[in-house]
């Protein structure tokens, strides 16, 4: 049972590169979340999806954007990354409600943009 | 605006010690409150949540977590601390507006010594 899942667990980036952070989920889950996790920040809503061919922006979408692929499938894309996006991301699912079911999360992606 | 606050970024106990973790939210409706920790290099993965009825709540590992209504407050508690709980702790608030979402706290780093 593997969860969710994300790769790569690292990368490295130099400023003005793109690439995609992929995400997984094995449980069914209709909801999909990406956080960035930085010092002293807690985590942050990037963008989620409720639900199959739905997506709406969190509270730092900027220099963001995501494709609910299919049901267990959840990307994030960087298309110009910049300094300001090195930071941890974290995928997680829900069963339905965001706000009252519990979150299941990977691992993370530890991007430095240089 | 809905906020959660955890007033202590860094505690320090010793093993055996028992061990208190503040969490003090701002939010109108009755909350959705959750505490998750996370482990050196991992993923969050949740303790405990509360929704209504008792206001002490136990969940995994030892915690549990009081709600008070009149204090805005969720903390968590462990009778006696084991070196295994050495992580981060992050208390949250489930939203429920335009957006089904958690807002987290920034995080208590625990130590613990042997």
């Known amino acids: 049972n593997a969860g969710v899942t994300q790769t790569p667990k690292f990368q490295v980036l130099k400023t003005g590169q793109s690439m995609t952070l992929q995400c997984a989920q094995d449980m069914n889950h209709n909801s999909m979340y990406w956080y960035r996790q930085d010092p002293g920040m807690g985590l942050r809503l990037i963008y989620y999806?409720?639900?199959?061919?739905?997506?709406d922006k969190g509270e730092v979408p900027n220099g963001y954007n995501v494709s609910r692929l299919n049901k267990r499938e959840f990307s994030l894309r960087l298309e110009s990354a910049a300094p300001s996006q090195t930071s941890v991301y974290f995928c997680?699912?829900?069963?339905?409600?965001?706000?009252?079911?519990?979150?299941?999360f990977g691992p993370g992606t530890r991007l430095t943009v240089l | 605006a809905q906020s959660v606050t955890q007033p202590d970024i860094h505690i320090t106990v010793s093993e055996g010690a028992s061990l208190e973790l503040r969490c003090n939210y701002s939010y109108g409706a009755t909350p959705y409150l959750f505490w998750y920790v996370q482990s050196p290099g991992q993923g969050l993965q949740l303790l405990l949540k509360y929704f209504s009825g008792d206001t002490l709540v136990q969940g995994i590992k030892g915690f549990e977590a009081e709600f008070k209504r009149s204090q805005s407050s969720f903390n968590l508690r462990k009778p006696s601390v084991h070196w295994s709980d050495a992580a981060e702790y992050f208390c949250?608030?489930?939203?429920?507006?335009?957006?089904?979402?958690?807002?987290f706290g920034t995080g208590t780093r625990l130590q613990v010594f042997p």
């Open positions: 997680a699912s829900t069963q339905d409600r965001g706000f009252a079911d519990t979150q299941y």
């Open positions: 999806s409720a639900s199959e061919g739905t997506t």
């Open positions: 949250a608030v489930g939203v429920r507006y335009n957006t089904d979402k958690l807002i």
